[in-house]
């Protein structure tokens, strides 16, 4: 099972302020996926890159691809306390089974 | 309508017990999955079935059994449970195997406390 590294572990910022967000691996994905994840929640998909560089915003989020397709990273601008809760990124690098990050956990307050 | 549900969404049971998590999906996708969560909130593949078919067995003991009546459903059997065996399970599935871009829709969980 390839790993994927995600920094960092925890955060806990103010509204208002900005965070990044890094996922990284040593090798190289087909495609990653950034999922958010709720307290007595499943997952749920935020995003979807797939090509080397690729930049998508999702509101205040932004996620970028590496050029080399082996790290991602997901930058909040202006954070507010709904942004709060887990943020996970996964990757499929051969097979179709999504490899996880081991997360970051994310608490804004106000 | 919930797309993927698992029950029970929380079960307490006692060491050396058997135990069985269901799962069920309408979204009409092939490939159904297991997933474990641990108390670091790591998420780690157990299993994969795609249309019926056991296609990913992950190093996961032998006492974890899943069974799929058919291919809406997923369920996971566990034996003799331990209590390491303590994590929320998550049941999630993808329209088919081969889809490496799309959405894993993922059950709200079933949370695991072995006593």
């Known amino acids: 099972t390839q790993l994927l590294e995600q920094s960092p572990q925890f955060l806990s910022i103010q509204e208002g302020e900005n965070l990044t967000v890094y996922c990284n691996s040593s090798?190289?994905?087909?495609?990653l996926q950034w999922y958010r994840q709720e307290p007595g929640e499943g997952p749920v998909l935020l995003v979807t890159v797939v090509t080397g560089g690729e930049v998508k915003k999702l509101k205040r989020l932004t996620f970028q691809f590496g050029d080399a397709r082996k790290d991602s990273s997901l930058h909040i601008t202006a954070a507010q306390p709904g942004d709060t809760g887990l943020y996970l990124c996964?990757?499929?690098?051969?097979?179709?089974?999504?490899?996880f990050g081991k997360g970051t956990s994310l608490l804004v307050t106000p | 309508d919930t797309a993927v549900s698992q029950t029970p969404k929380y079960l307490v049971t006692q060491m050396g017990n058997d135990k069985s998590i269901k799962c069920e999906q309408n979204?009409?996708?092939?490939?159904m999955y297991w997933y474990k969560q641990d108390s670091k909130k790591f998420l780690k593949i157990m299993f994969s079935y795609n249309n019926k078919e056991l296609i990913i067995n992950e190093t996961v003991p032998n006492r974890f059994s899943p069974k799929s009546p058919d291919k809406a459903h997923l369920n996971l059997h566990i034996n003799s449970l331990e209590l390491g065996d303590s994590a929320v399970y998550f049941c999630?599935?993808?329209?088919?195997?081969?889809?490496?871009?799309?959405?894993?829709?993922f059950g709200q969980g079933t949370r695991l406390t072995v006593v």
């Open positions: 996964a990757g499929r690098f051969s097979g179709y089974a999504l490899n």
């Open positions: 999630a599935s993808t329209p088919h195997r081969t889809s490496m871009n799309t959405e894993a829709f």
């Open positions: 979204l009409g996708h092939d490939t």
């Open positions: 090798s190289v994905f087909s495609s």
